[in-house]
């Protein structure tokens, strides 16, 4: 009964079982699915040691369910079958009798006599026959897919460069001179090796995808001038990508010496041979020209042939042009709309950035919805929004990214038909990397600085490229920020801080309200926020304080932690002190008289900004920002005090000082005068509003006109 309510599905297969046959298997799929149809892939298709690119390429379309009657299987390269194929084909079939549609090259009758009868026997059924035409290697037709509506180009055309000879120093020298154009925003395609040397010797200013980077689809959708600098025939990748361009009217370059692809494709332009000379001819003849050459593609011959009519047709699919409506992915809960996806990091801090700018976007428009870990949703939903859960990372996992894996998927799924998917983090994750490179969504990255020197970011400012616009929230002072991406898709706000202004008579009636919760009645009110226990244990420094206050009868002591973060059971016998699990610290630090806190940028900001008396305790790992850069800057000014993790007599003398001799209330006021930077919570709502529905969003500034 369930079999027979399922709908009918295509499944696509290879008879080659090579690596390069499993990513032209993947493309062809890609396409298919694009214009879609039920693509899918077979399990056991997926090579055992296929590389990260292509599992994710693949993960879209996998299936498990058997073949039934009523499915399509289209089976690529089916002129060079083997006994390990037909044997796999007769698993995946059974009795089925399902139609078959083989691709391959039969222009010889001997090849298509032996391909149908050897097909037929093994399933049973008689194949349909896609004559490839002569030529060696060749496993399946490329073709195009017409966008759905016309695409707007922005001010600065993306020109792509395919395939350009980068170890000419000629041609590196013109590159360089043409990269930083601020009319044109160029990108390189290459092979992964050219890619790594470029980045090695000239850093990420210029974005360089790698052929397996990202399915053609994908690149062209992000292209409105594309250069070829190699021939395109021989390479069902590059062949592919130009069919998705010809559909689309962008304009195509042919600057191969000799001209080989203006030779055999009639959409392209010749163009100087390399990249030398490109600089004066795109001003000269193409620039001027780029709509009227883009109607020259459309109607070109190449375009026509590109038209994935014949290759439907043989499937038993109607063209797009006659479909009632392509069938695409199910709009989501976000569609319409913008999707945050904060990392779990160590803490919070990604999630309570997130919250606080998604609290200051317009009411008027779809409420975000976020995609966040399972240490972050409780925080997320306490503040209004939805959240699906993503996949943590697990020791029973064979590889290391499979949870991103699943991940990918679930983002596909929520962001079906959003505008903008916004992400806070400070490595993206290949999961947010494709979502974000997918077209028509728009990326944001918000990426919070102060990054350590002995970190290795190279991968996160590599995917950069994929976003359309990079937020970065700024430190309370100068000396902290440093710019490692430049360009007009990078804005900075200021800091991302919930500014609580609580005036006395409300600081005392909750410190009341503490007292009565707690049942200890107190004079001074100390909390300590020393992380989760992920980046050091704080076990030590935590005993300390405890034990430093247990012996002052007038304080009672807040251990405040994140709801997952970890305990030792000590903590929990100490009369003066009490522990908090809560996601709301910085209402608990704002009624202190003294805080002891690490120095991440929310707890750091928080202080700074609520005008509270803190010890900064930095916290250090590799993977965290430079906690005792910042913890450094304010007790440089007075705005508070630097102890190390082991100085634990230190922090007793300086709590001591803090609550005996007045340091506390000095600071205090220091803090009450400085000079602080515009909380940016509201600036960084307006670019994501901007970014999503277009300057005339925030022409009238309704997030700025909003009462605070």
């Given at each position: 009964m369930i079999a027979a309510m399922l709908p009918p599905m295509l499944l696509c297969e290879t008879a080659r079982d090579g690596r390069t046959d499993s990513e032209h298997l993947a493309i062809f799929a890609s396409q298919l699915a694009a214009l879609g149809l039920p693509a899918r892939v077979d399990v056991g298709a997926v090579p055992e040691r296929a590389g990260l690119h292509l599992q994710f390429d693949f993960a879209p379309l996998l299936s498990d369910r058997a073949l039934r009657p009523g499915d399509t299987l289209a089976l690529l390269a089916a002129d060079q079958l083997n006994?390990?194929?037909?044997?796999?084909?007769?698993?995946?079939a059974g009795d089925t009798g399902v139609a078959v549609r083989a691709f391959g090259s039969f222009s010889a009758t001997q090849t298509a006599l032996g391909a149908r009868a050897r097909l037929a026997y093994v399933l049973g059924s008689e194949p349909e026959l896609f004559d490839l035409g002569p030529g060696a290697g060749r496993t399946a037709p490329p073709f195009g897919v017409p966008p759905l509506a016309p695409r707007p180009r922005g001010e600065a055309p993306r020109v792509l460069l395919v395939g350009p000879d980068l170890?000419?120093?000629?041609?590196?020298?013109?590159?360089?001179?043409?990269?930083?154009?601020?009319?044109?925003?160029?990108?390189?395609?290459?092979?992964?090796?050219?890619?790594?040397?470029?980045?090695?010797?000239h850093g990420h200013a210029l974005p360089v995808f790698a052929y397996g980077e990202a399915l053609?689809?994908?690149?062209a959708g992000r292209t409105d001038l594309a250069v070829c600098f190699s021939r395109i025939e021989g390479s069902f990748r590059l062949q592919t990508l130009v069919a998705n361009l010809l559909l689309a009217g962008v304009p195509l370059l042919d600057g191969t010496a000799g001209h080989l692809n203006a030779c055999e494709n009639d959409a392209f332009v010749p163009a100087p041979p390399g990249i030398v000379g490109l600089d004066a001819f795109l001003d000269a003849e193409i620039l001027p020209n780029l709509h009227h050459i883009g109607e020259n593609v459309l109607a070109s011959r190449a375009a026509i042939t590109a038209r994935p009519g014949r290759v439907l047709a043989f499937l038993g699919a109607p063209p797009p042009a006659t479909a009632p409506a392509r069938p695409l992915r199910k709009p989501g809960p976000a569609a319409g709309g913008v999707v945050f996806v904060p990392t779990n990091g160590v803490g919070l801090g990604h999630a309570r950035r997130c919250t606080l700018i998604a609290r200051e976007m317009?009411?008027?428009?779809?409420?975000?919805?976020?995609?966040?870990?399972?240490?972050c949703t409780p925080l997320v939903k306490a503040q209004g929004f939805d959240a699906m859960p993503l996949i943590g990372r697990s020791k029973l996992h064979a590889q290391s990214h499979e949870h991103d894996l699943g991940n990918y998927l679930r983002l596909r799924a929520l962001t079906a038909g959003a505008r903008t998917l916004v992400f806070d983090g400070g490595y993206i994750f290949d999961s947010i990397y494709r979502t974000a490179l997918e077209p028509g969504i728009a990326g944001i990255w918000?990426?919070?600085?102060?990054?350590?020197?002995?970190?290795?970011n190279s991968i996160a400012l590599d995917r950069e490229k994929a976003f359309d616009r990079v937020i970065v929230p700024e430190e309370a002072f100068p000396e902290l920020n440093t710019p490692y991406s430049r360009g007009p898709q990078v804005a900075s706000v200021g800091p991302i801080?919930?500014?609580?202004?609580?005036?006395?008579?409300?600081?005392?009636?909750?410190?009341?309200?503490?007292a009565e919760h707690f049942g200890r009645p107190f004079e001074r009110l100390a909390v300590s926020l020393l992380g989760s226990g992920v980046a050091g244990a704080r076990g030590s420094q935590v005993q300390a304080l405890c034990g430093l206050f247990e012996r002052r009868s007038d304080t009672l002591h807040l251990v405040v932690v994140w709801p997952n973060a970890t305990l030792e059971p000590a903590w929990f016998g100490w009369r003066n002190s009490r522990i908090v699990r809560t996601t709301r610290a910085a209402v608990l630090t704002a009624a202190a008289d003294v805080t002891v806190t690490a120095a991440g940028y929310n707890s750091?900001?928080?202080?700074?900004?609520?005008?509270?008396?803190?010890?900064?305790?930095?916290?250090?790992?590799?993977?965290?920002?430079?906690?005792?850069?910042?913890?450094?800057a304010a007790a440089e000014r007075g705005l508070g005090a630097l102890v190390e993790a082991h100085e634990l007599m230190t922090l007793e003398?300086?709590?001591?000082?803090?609550?005996?001799?007045?340091?506390?209330?000095?600071?205090?006021?220091?803090?009450?005068?400085?000079?602080?930077p515009e909380p940016g919570a509201r600036r960084a709502a307006a670019l994501i509003e901007e970014t999503t529905y277009g300057p005339d969003a925030v022409e009238l500034d309704p997030v700025a006109d909003r009462q605070g």
């Open positions: 006994d390990r194929t037909l044997l796999r084909l007769r698993r995946l170890k000419d120093p000629a041609q590196v020298a013109a590159l360089s001179a043409l990269a930083p154009r601020r009319g044109l925003r160029f990108a390189v395609l290459t092979d992964s090796r050219t890619k790594h040397d470029w980045i090695a010797t053609p689809l994908t690149l317009a009411a008027d428009r779809p409420r975000p919805v976020f995609a966040a870990f399972a240490s918000i990426r919070r600085g102060l990054w350590r020197s002995e970190q290795d801080v919930q500014a609580l202004h609580l005036d006395e008579t409300a600081r005392a009636t909750f410190r009341a309200e503490l750091f900001h928080e202080v700074l900004y609520n005008r509270v008396p803190a010890i900064f305790v930095p916290q250090s790992a590799n993977f965290m920002d430079d906690q005792h850069a910042r913890a450094r003398r300086l709590v001591g000082r803090y609550l005996d001799d007045g340091e506390a209330e000095a600071i205090r006021a220091r803090l009450a005068f400085a000079q602080l």
